[in-house]
């Protein structure tokens, strides 16, 4: 993944806003390959909303600046987090770092829960 010119300020770096945009969509692609995309969770009556944002700001990524984005599941059973890491291909190089943390909701109870749902907690399991 390459940052593009609307990503990037006027000095050529990404702009610190878009990484939050980069992490949500290697969030989904995680997501997908657990068979529990956005679709899905509508549809099981739960969603993820966002509760904190950790980013740490290493070395800048510049424009067409190619970098691996990875996403890796570190807390599941009360919360759910992960952790994103953006590393430059050409020397291996580590850009950013982030933990980003999200919470149950319950969309018919309109409520948050403090476990993760069965649902989710099934898909991680058969996905292991």
């Known amino acids: 993944m390459a940052p593009s ?10 702009w610190h806003g878009n990484y939050l945009r980069v992490f949500e969509s290697v969030r989904e692609a995680l997501f997908r390959a657990i068979d ?7 549809t099981s009556g739960y969603i993820w909303p966002v509760v904190d944002v950790k980013i740490k700001y290493c070395q800048p990524w510049l424009l067409e600046e190619k970098a691996k984005v990875t996403a890796e599941i ?3 059973e009360n919360r759910l ?3 994103y890491c953006v590393v430059r291909l050409s020397d291996g190089k580590t850009l950013t770092k982030s933990e980003i943390t999200h919470m149950a909701y319950d969309i018919h ?4 829960l ?3 749902p069965k649902i989710f907690l099934e898909k991680l399991k058969k996905a292991s």
């Open 5 to 14: 010119f609307h990503d990037t300020d006027p000095m050529g770096v990404v």
């Open 36 to 42: 529990y995309g956005y679709q899905d969770m509508t």
């Open 74 to 76: 570190i807390e599941h």
């Open 81 to 83: 987090k992960i952790r």
């Open 109 to 112: 109870k309109k409520e948050a």
């Open 114 to 116: 403090f476990v993760s």
